[in-house]
């Protein structure tokens, strides 16, 4: 049902048209880079704040204050200009094994930030001018670096096709978790 879903979306007028665009769409890829930039940017520094490792003579309520709202510009811009291209060619990411891997480590990544907004920034005004967080804070922190690089990593491996289903042979496992329809790439 969702690979019927996603064909039938990668081959409307606008999605096709956008795949085959000769400059809307590296327009939007580009963007996205540029606001992914800005939001991992923005993103590190607070983290590295967190983690206790810089900025530690900032409190860490007006640095989160400062920079918050230049995150989530680019957040916004970056999961508007992602979903456009997800939507130029929907069944290709789908299968592609490195966009399923984002997926995973976004969704880890977004828990983190609400566990981070809704529980631990709200007792900052206890250790906002201390140098080193409290361990939930530099937890929290930590974890945000290392899914926003994996995320950033992954994302960058999507263009290149080591597990795309139309290429086979490919091992067993990668068939399995990219979910390829092996008998429709037979015909």
Known sequence: MIRSLLDWLGNTPWSIALLESYYVWPLIESSHVVFLALFVGTAFMMDLRLVGLAFR???ASSFIDRLLPWTRIGFAIMVMTGLLLFYSSPLRYYHNL???IKC?????????????HSRIHTSIDLWDDV????RAARI???LSIVMWTGVVFSGRLIAYNWFDCDIQPQPEWVNWVAQCQIADLAQ
């Open 140 to 142: 929290a922190g930590a």
């Open 98 to 100: 490195f966009f399923r």
């Open 131 to 134: 140098w080193t967080p409290p």
């Open 57 to 59: 003579g900032v409190p």
């Open 104 to 116: 995973v480590m976004l969704a880890i990544a977004g828990l983190n930030i609400w566990m981070f």
